[in-house]
């Protein structure tokens, strides 16, 4: 099976939002999500076109910034 640069973006995107489930698991980082003097950005780069995507949380997509 030929992998194509969709499915690499598709697990590119996957594996930045499992890092912010990671993140968002350890103790001192989820205490200050809670009380909200933290926030996690979910981003991810395009190197092919040079594009820098935010993930929007309330669609489930990656944006350009």
Do not use: Y
């Not at 499992?18 to 999500?33: F, G, T, W």
Request: charged fraction near 20%; glycine fraction near 4%; aromatic fraction near 6%.
């Amino acid at each position: 099976m030929e992998t194509t640069t969709g499915d690499l973006t598709a697990a590119g995107h996957w594996h930045v939002l499992k890092q912010i489930d990671m993140l968002s698991d350890l103790p001192c980082v989820a205490a200050r999500l809670v009380d909200r003097t933290l926030r996690l950005h979910a981003w991810f780069h395009e190197v092919d076109t040079g594009a820098t995507l935010a993930h929007d949380a309330h669609i489930n997509a990656f944006l350009p910034l």
